[in-house]
């Protein structure tokens, strides 16, 4: 029923840059706030961005200035551009949405499946 499709994910050297997109489905997307978190092993997962239905975004001190989280509503798409990639940035990146279902009015969190970035030294 709710899917999300992630691409963007790669292997990249320090100072390079990536794209994230998470298109999603199932949702009223119009309505819902999307995040993009990660995960490296032996961590916890964390927030990196999100951004809400009024377009107001949050950012974990440690990308500011580096990411920048945007929507496309009409593509039901979520973005990550990454610039200025440190290594501390690996980790498998996971699409969130805190979303209304399709005739279901209840606000619920769904994850996509990841996608891994590795940034070499």
């Known amino acids: 029923q709710v899917q999300f499709v992630e691409s963007g994910g790669g292997l990249v050297q320090a100072g390079g840059s990536l794209r994230l997109s998470c298109a999603a489905s199932?949702?009223?997307?119009?309505?819902?706030?999307m995040g993009w978190y990660r995960q490296a092993p032996g961590k916890q997962r964390e927030l990196v961005a999100n951004?809400?239905?009024?377009?107001?975004?949050t950012y974990a001190d440690s990308a500011k200035g580096r990411f920048t989280i945007s929507r496309d509503n009409a593509k039901n798409s979520v973005y990550l551009e990454m610039n200025s990639l440190k290594p501390e940035d690996t980790a498998i990146y996971y699409c969130?949405?805190?979303?209304?279902?399709?005739?279901?009015?209840?606000?619920?969190?769904?994850w996509g499946q990841g996608t891994q970035v590795t940034v070499s030294s």
């Open positions: 951004i809400n239905s009024g377009r107001i975004t």
């Open positions: 199932g949702i009223i997307f119009s309505s819902a706030t």
């Open positions: 969130n949405a805190n979303a209304k279902q399709v005739l279901f009015g209840r606000f619920t969190d769904y």
